[in-house]
């Protein structure tokens, strides 16, 4: 059997450096796809994000950020 590829997670800030309530993903079933936003994919995001050229860019980023990492862009 294979073993899967570990999955780069997100670090964590320093203590009271921001309020992104990171202990709420450790609660069962918790939904965890968010961690996969390292902050060198998140720049990578936000570069897509501000190259989008058409509304149906922007549409087409917001369908894959919601399946991949469960978050919505507005």
Do not use: F, W
């Not at 964590?12 to 309530?21: D, N």
């Amino acid at each position: 059997m294979h073993n899967p590829l570990p999955i780069p997670i997100r670090t964590e800030c320093p203590p009271g450096a921001c309020v992104c309530e990171r202990e709420r993903l450790d609660a069962p079933g918790a939904d965890r796809r968010i961690l996969m936003l390292t902050r060198e994919e998140e720049k990578k995001l936000l570069q897509r994000i501000e190259a989008a050229s058409t509304y149906e860019d922007l549409l087409r980023l917001q369908e894959k950020m919601s399946a991949l990492l469960g978050i919505r862009l507005t």
